[in-house]
């Protein structure tokens, strides 16, 4: 059976404060080389086979009827290049990690020769448009650049400039920019070898590049003028390219409004700032905060891109933008002379509250620009987080936020936050993440893709969070961990979200005792959220996940847990799991989790995955396409006469199973042992409406 241990005592940063690590897994074998996991070219799926001139338009990957009322609300359609028109190469799918497939979204992309091109067709109006990409590293790493022909019906054509400068990391975790860099931590255990290579005699001979990920990156481009439904948008590799390939993964296109105007306020322009991006405005931005606080006035910022390379300390000021296309704050990192007292060696772009230990900040209301950071290797200490600190009473909205280490990282005791309608891309770490007592806040109508970690999470270390809510937000293709993680609190609310393609060591929901986080309590509700390609393979466990999975590793999980309405579409491994870790087995348990009005549809093994004490109740889980044993039942894995030690309590209405029978089975309750530590995989066919 599965020893799932973390076999890294190693402790990580998170933010500001330690954080142990997470287990840190790999594929067994990695194809050497940075030109990997291209893969072969896919069967196009039935509903969404493209052709040329007819648009198909997805969400995360499925048919938009799939996932009606969930998600966020965003303004833009959202366009796979393999359901476009092609003269390149489909790759994938590919749910194996490391491989450029699996960090694509819906697992398949186009891979362009130089001289080839994928060409969309728009499905409404449209003047700017965001190409999701990816080429290849620098030989030596630090990334290079390569341009990209983009025509609109022929007519209009500009080229985009590529970088995979934000992309391509390596190696064990905090990872390396450096391909043929030997490993970070020879005296931890890795899946490769199943050994320590520091203590391991002959040692073993590691692969480079060892364990490449975050492979993507995503460019926006306004495209001067209005096109109707039915033009067309050519991406063309040209000829010259310096990129050996480029991988095109996806296409957003949307109508901007016309920029947004402030005549009321206090216009950083005005007060020094340079709209070219060539001077530092940071004082400029600080001269006219102050000013506006003393006239009570907003901060306007107009069109143009501001340079800060430091932190905008902000509190009891609102900043309004002309609208994230048009007004871009963005800034280098740089090297601090001497670490800060926090332990930053770096500083960056960023606008912060004050600090929960100096009172924090209030009434904080940003909205309507891009903070572009230039993050490119993750150091847990950095403070370089596009949006961080303490702010209570404030609001977030509008935002888009790239290439920094979190998109938002905020450290309480704070209270009364609310995040709307922003979008977080290409981040080195977590999407955003409610750290220490931050209660009474929400993020809603947010767009995550593509970060290092998890994509939102509340963590309850030291002081618990309650009372927030992660309610209609969009989170795909987490490179690492989660894509919402809940770790302790009280009384939390995930609702509404749709999260899709979780990669490794992590699925799409995670509910887990860990990181030092307090307990689970009062009440938690994770009701009407859509998963979809989730439950992955765990690397180091060598098990598969479930996409919604409870992990009791430092304590109890014996909250009231309720999971309402929830659909697990098309899972790798499992829709649910219940595990405790090896060493505490019989320590932890989690108990009295309750399922209710759930669909899954498709599981490459079973609908429950059982591998910890305790117990969970069901009723009217409805699911199809089950590929193995419906309730996978290891508990505690002693194995006693009077059966497992997990427990599972039917109470009515639970249909539907796979090729081995109904998955809820009289036979199976309540505690029948059926465990199989690594069933056989039935790959579930595309997910179809219910």
């Given amino acids: 059976m599965a020893r799932y241990t973390n076999h890294v005592a190693a402790e990580r940063l998170r933010g500001r404060a330690r954080r142990p690590a997470r287990t840190l897994v790999a594929l067994t074998a ?90 969309f067709t728009l499905p409404r109006a449209a003047n700017a448009l965001t190409v999701r990409y990816s080429i290849p590293d620098a030989p030596a790493g630090g990334g290079i650049t390569a341009p990209l022909d983009v025509s609109v019906d022929g007519r209009h054509r500009t080229t985009m400039t590529l970088t995979s400068q934000y992309s391509w990391l390596y190696n064990q975790y905090p990872f390396s920019n ?33 364990r490449p990920s975050h492979f993507y990156d995503e460019q926006r481009l306004l495209l001067g003028k209005r096109y109707a439904a039915g033009d067309t948008v050519r991406l063309t590799a040209p000829k010259n390219t310096t990129a050996a390939w480029t991988v095109i993964d996806l296409l ?30 940071g004082d400029a931005f600080d001269r006219a905060i102050a000013y506006a606080k003393k006239r009570h006035l907003k901060v306007y910022l107009p069109p143009g891109t501001y340079q800060v390379n430091r932190h905008i300390i902000v509190d009891d000021v609102t900043i309004a933008g002309a609208g994230s296309w048009y007004t871009i704050v963005k800034g280098h990192q740089v090297t601090l002379d001497t670490p800060a007292p926090d332990g930053s060696v770096h500083t960056g ?31 847990d200490t950095d403070q370089v987080n596009a949006i961080g600190g303490a702010l209570s009473d404030s609001t977030i909205d509008g935002l888009y936020l790239h290439h920094a280490k ?164 098309d899972n790798t491994y499992n829709a649910i799991m219940l595990v405790s870790d090896f060493p505490v087995k019989d320590k932890y348990a989690i108990r009295g989790v309750r399922f209710e009005d759930i669909r899954v549809d498709g599981t490459g093994t079973s609908v429950l995955s059982a591998r910890s004490a305790g117990s969970a109740s069901f009723e009217n889980v409805d699911a199809r396409n089950v590929g193995a044993v419906g309730i996978n039942n290891c508990g505690s894995f002693n194995f006693p006469a009077s059966g497992s030690e997990f427990t599972v309590n039917d109470l009515g209405g639970n249909d539907g199973g796979g090729t081995t029978g109904p998955w809820l089975a009289s036979w199976e309750l309540p505690n029948t042992i059926t465990c199989d530590d690594r069933p056989p995989v039935a790959p579930p066919p595309a997910p179809a409406p219910w």
């Fill in 30 to 119: 990695v194809t050497a080389g940075l030109v990997l996991g291209l893969g072969a070219p896919a069967p196009a799926s039935s509903w969404h086979a493209g052709r040329e001139g007819v648009p198909v338009v997805t969400r995360a990957g499925l048919d938009p009827a799939l996932v009606a009322g969930r998600g966020a609300a965003v303004d833009f359609d959202e366009q796979e290049a393999e359901n476009a028109a092609t003269d390149g190469t489909v790759i994938g799918p590919d749910r194996t990690a490391y491989t450029l497939p699996s960090e694509a979204s819906g697992r398949t992309a186009v891979r362009l020769k130089p001289g080839q091109y994928v060409e």
């Fill in 178 to 210: 450096d391909p043929q860099g030997d490993l970070l931590h020879p005296d931890w255990w890795i899946t490769e070898c199943g050994c320590v290579p520091a203590a391991t005699t002959p040692a073993p001979t590691i692969d480079k590049p060892f």
């Fill in 252 to 281: 957003d296109t949307q109508l901007v409004g016309a920029p947004h105007v402030e005549t009321q306020a206090a216009n950083v322009i005005a007060f020094g700032a340079d709209p070219t991006g060539r001077r530092d405005a």
């Fill in 349 to 379: 772009v960023g606008f912060y509250g004050k600090d929960a230990a100096d009172g924090g900040s209030h009434d904080v209301h940003l909205s309507g620009f891009a903070v572009e950071g230039d993050v490119r290797e993750r150091i």
């Fill in 406 to 569: 979190v998109g938002m990282w905020f450290d309480g005791p704070m209270t009364r936050l609310r995040v709307t309608r922003t979008q977080i891309a290409d981040q080195i770490a977590d999407g955003l993440n409610f750290h220490t007592g931050v209660t009474d806040s929400s993020v809603s109508d947010t767009f995550v893709r593509n970060t290092g970690d998890d994509g939102l999470a509340m963590w309850s270390e030291k002081t618990g969070d309650a009372r927030n809510a992660f309610a209609h937000n969009t989170v795909q293709t987490p490179v690492l961990a989660n894509g919402i993680a809940l770790y302790g609190g009280t009384d939390n609310t995930v609702t509404g979200n749709l999260i899709a393609d979780p990669i490794r060591e992590g699925s799409a929901i995670q509910v887990g005792s860990r990181f030092g986080a307090q307990p689970f309590t009062g009440h938690l509700e994770i009701s009407d959220n859509t998963t979809v390609r989730s439950g992955p393979f765990e690397l180091n466990w060598k098990i598969g996940l479930g996409a919604i999975w409870f992990y009791a590793l430092e304590r109890d999980i014996d909250a009231d847990i309720q999971v309402t309405g929830d659909h697990f579409l």
